[in-house]
């Protein structure tokens, strides 16, 4: 009875979260962190020596989770443009493609996006043919 009510998920979801060591947060998700020498069972080691060492090891006990904001929301759009916004200042001459790339939207969505920043007057495109810079204005 206890297993079929979820039993088990609940204990190791519980021994998940003692282990976290750190959560970043981001714009459009969350980094959970765990303590690699819990994980694999050497949680006894002295705290000035440790198993292994480096980003990669770090990656390799990194759960990340999006946030749930789809893009078709008001919020996932206001996110999509305040990005669009923060890349075009970073990178002027960037191209939607690079931006749709960037924050892994399809193109057809960046697109629609700059179409409406373009038409609230919050950027403007200096140049011709795809040659030129956007100009975010205020």
Do not use: C
């Amino acid at each position: 009875n206890w297993l079929q009510k979820g039993g088990v998920e609940r204990a190791i979801i519980s021994n998940l979260l003692e282990d976290i060591t750190q959560i970043t947060v981001y714009e459009w998700h969350l980094d959970f962190i765990f303590d690699p020498h819990k994980n694999i069972g050497f949680s006894d080691i002295r705290p000035d020596r440790t198993l292994m060492e480096g980003e990669d090891v770090e990656k390799e006990f990194t759960i990340t989770m999006k946030y749930p904001f789809s893009p078709l929301t008001e919020r996932g759009r206001y996110l999509d443009k305040e990005t669009i916004l923060k890349i075009m200042r970073e990178t002027p001459d960037t191209t939607a493609k690079k931006i749709a790339v960037q924050m892994n939207r399809p193109l057809k969505i960046v697109q629609n996006r700059i179409k409406e920043l373009r038409m609230a007057g919050k950027i403007k495109f200096n140049g011709k043919g795809g040659h030129g810079f956007w100009e975010v204005l205020n």
